[in-house]
């Protein structure tokens, strides 16, 4: 009944966050879930986060978080290799 | 990947096998319908293994009184209507949203959007129809405590929240002996915590599984289910550990409890279910549509001749409602099971099974 | 700060308004060999061959987006429905219907692309037609393109030549398209790499045709409806069933997400860089090897075959999993879902 997809965040701003999946990027909200922090994966679900993912158990089931988790290790390395930070 | 949907086939096969009676899940969650349906996963299944498509779509579950209410105000040309993209074609007495064509009934992602309308159209009055299960209702809570905190003045909902728990009780009280077990849904069930369907469990012994929405997931779930029934056992699993716990979100569920309270309500096709609808409590009345627009409740609509509620429980198959295929059609849809178009009702009509 | 110029009713009135937009600001876009002939008729040296004739009408919004705009979407589309047919080609038409207040920088933007994409297509435009239409009557500009070209020799594409057996080909990865004008529209809002993948593919649809003539039974772009819309008309027409898998559908993760976000089927999104070819067994490997060695089809793959329509002309997927299911033509507008 409810549509909800993992992202990571990238950002966030007292109960805003911004969500990055694959290089989309969402505005949503972690009021619902206050003990998130940077880099963790979330559910999110009609713009909030609904609950922190647990990496290891999703990797085992999930098909489209093994990219997820792996887009963003690419990032980070070609962040790290290219320098600055836009 | 592959091994384990065959290991997870075999399991199935193999339980479904030992028990020599049709077994009838019902999968309660409408992304799980949906899922189902992607995946192919019907196909692969045994012949004895029945799916039903449960009342978890809350759109389709949303009472066509509550339509009727929506489309009302819809038409108020001092109203915004902010609404989830899955209300548009859920059809009224009067038609549907996108059939009235305005300009002022928006579509938004979140109830942070139908606030942010209501705080650039200050002369207007934003509207938001609030309806989805325990997943979905925290948003609308959220929208309300920050609307008073904020002093937006021209905001409100129209709850039409629901409780799933109450739900599943309700189906398997009518003396229904056609439901084996449920599929429980994923992302309700991380608000919830899976021990919330300890209850269900215990008083009537089914088996209750939590699983998400890969292909993999669902048919892990299944086989739990098939081998549960064959050995006679009920018990809670969940199979989705990457985002359900036995507690769930506490922090999600203070926010509802802080904004709504329960109350009897009515269900397309099932009528009023007791202590299974949300409303907003008394404090924040001030942001209740219903308050609002002076309007005592929500009128419960009768679907005269609709037999969704025996559909969705495995009792009847559609042809056998008197309404399938003549006055309720995919294209002019009546009961749930046919509004929405992964409903059991849609699917026999379209496919012929 | 100075106001920006806008279109006025006055520019469609037949003057001199109108005059000086078509010779100042139109015409001198489709720079050198692509001028618009000023006469009532443009006059046209035709190859010999089959005339292939098409129309269509743009409207867009937005009116930019990453990939593309509306201009460049109204040579394309109309570019691609001569290509897939199984034409060459031969010239457009250009017709704007522009509404008052319409800034013309706006207004020259689209100018410019239209005439790039000409260029780049190398097909020219020869004649047009300008209307303003009143505040409120329309929605900023609409375009309609009209197109001729001459039908290769080699090409015989019908839906009567479609039979069992036959190979179904893509060009690339599904939804692009949809999914970047998603994002960009009120209310889903979201950022995103994606862009469009709006092409004209006349070079793409001319290869196979040329060098596998008559192996070639059918093409057609996907646009509206994605392949969805586009497989289950091909179903109807041709009486036969569609077997797709969608192990072999090409996907991008990134468009793949944006769409699981919003609850869309990417069979059901639109594309505008993208056409379905049914080719001739036979010839299927040798078609996507031409496909993979073009820019515009390196993603290209055999997706899915013709079979007898034994349960009726019917388009079913088997799943990653080995399941089956229907796909059906979708209702017409996609809305986000969150259940």
Known sequence: MCLAVPARIIEINVDKAVADAMGNRWNIRITLTPDIEVGDIVLIHAGYAITKVDEEEAQKTWELFEEIARFEDQRQKAQEGGGADA | ?353 | ?339
Request: charged residues 25%; contains cysteine.
């Open chain 2, 1 to 353: 990947m592959l091994e384990r949907i065959e290991k997870a086939r075999k399991a199935i096969a193999g339980a479904c096998r030992k028990v020599d009676k049709p077994i009838q899940v019902m999968e309660v969650c409408g992304t799980h319908t949906v899922a189902i349906f992607r995946h192919g996963i019907r196909s692969l299944l045994p012949k004895n293994l029945k799916l039903l498509s449960g009342p978890g779509c809350p759109v389709c579950v949303t009472d066509q009184g509550y339509i009727d209410v929506i489309l009302e105000l819809a038409q108020r040309d001092d109203v915004i209507l902010a609404t989830y993209g899955d209300m548009m074609r859920v059809p009224g007495k009067a038609g549907s949203l996108e059939s009235l064509h305005r300009s002022t009934i928006k579509v938004v992602l979140s109830t942070d959007d139908a606030l942010t309308l209501a705080q650039k159209h200050p002369d207007k009055i934003v509207v938001f129809a609030a309806v989805g299960f325990e997943t979905t209702t925290p948003p609308s809570a959220v929208a309300v405590a920050d609307a008073a905190k904020e002093g937006v003045k021209n905001f409100c909902i129209l709850s039409g929240h629901k409780l799933v728990v109450p739900a599943m009780q309700a189906l398997l009280g009518a003396k229904n002996d056609k439901i084996d077990a449920f599929l429980c849904p994923g992302h309700v069930s991380v608000i919830l915590g899976s021990d919330a369907y300890k209850p269900v469990v215990e008083q009537f012994k089914r088996p209750c599984v939590v699983a998400g929405f890969e292909a993999v997931q669902i048919l892990e779930g299944l086989a739990n289910i098939c081998e549960q029934v064959a050995e006679g056992t009920a018990r809670v699993d969940s199979i989705y550990g990457a985002a359900v716990t036995p507690q769930g979100n506490a922090t999600a569920r203070k926010i509802i409890a802080e904004a709504f309270e329960p109350c009897d309500g009515a269900w397309r096709g099932l009528g009023v279910i007791p202590g299974a609808t949300l409303r907003l409590k008394e404090k924040y009345s001030r942001f209740d549509a219903l308050k609002r627009f002076g309007m005592e409740e929500i009128p419960a609509e009768e679907l005269g001749g609709c037999q969704c509620g025996r559909v969705l429980c495995g009792l009847i198959d559609p042809p056998q409602c008197p309404l399938f295929g003549r006055t309720c059609t995919p294209d002019a849809p009546i009961g749930p099971c046919m509004v929405s178009t992964e409903g059991a009702c849609s699917a026999w009509y379209k496919y012929g099974k």
């Open chain 3, 1 to 339: 700060m100075e106001e920006k110029k806008k279109i006025m009713l006055a520019h469609g009135g037949g003057g001199r308004l109108m005059a000086d937009l078509i010779n100042r600001t139109i015409v001198p876009k489709f720079g050198e060999g692509q001028s618009v002939q000023l006469t009532d008729s443009a006059v046209l040296d035709m190859p010999a061959g089959k005339l292939c004739f098409t129309t269509d009408s743009f409207v867009v919004k937005p009116l930019f987006f990453n990939g593309g705009d509306i201009g460049k979407l109204a040579v394309c589309g109309t570019v691609n429905d001569l290509a897939v047919a199984g034409a060459k080609p031969v010239a457009l038409s250009l017709s704007l219907i522009l509404e008052e207040g319409l800034e013309l920088e706006v207004l020259e933007r689209i100018l410019e692309s239209i005439g790039r994409t000409a260029k780049n297509a190398n097909v020219p435009i020869v004649t047009g037609d300008t209307k303003v239409v009143e505040k409120g009557s329309a929605d900023s500009i609409f375009i309609n393109t009209s197109g001729v070209g001459v039908r290769l020799d080699k090409a015989d594409p019908s839906f009567a030549r479609i039979e069992p057996g036959d190979a179904i080909l893509i060009n690339g990865t599904l939804g692009e398209h949809g999914m970047t004008i998603m994002s960009q529209r009120e209310g889903l809002k979201f950022q995103t790499p994606l862009a469009s993948d709006c092409a004209c593919l006349h070079d793409l649809t001319g290869i196979l045709y040329e060098e596998l003539g008559s192996s070639v039974k059918f093409m057609r772009d996907p646009t509206r409806g994605g392949i969805a819309a586009t497989l289950n008309e091909i179903a109807q027409s041709a009486r036969v069933a569609v077997e797709l898998q969608e192990a072999c559908l090409p996907m991008d993760k990134t468009v793949q997400t944006a769409a699981d976000m919003l609850g869309f089927d990417l069979l059901n999104i639109a594309n505008e860089g993208k056409v379905l070819a049914v080719v001739a067994r036979e010839d299927a490997d040798k078609a996507l090897t031409l496909w993979k060695n073009h820019p515009l089809g390196q993603k290209a793959a055999i997706i899915g075959t013709i079979t007898e329509a034994a349960d009726g002309p019917l388009v079913e997927l088997v799943t990653k999993i080995g399941g089956r299911r229907m796909v059906q033509t979708p209702y017409g507008r996609e809305l986000p879902r969150i259940c």
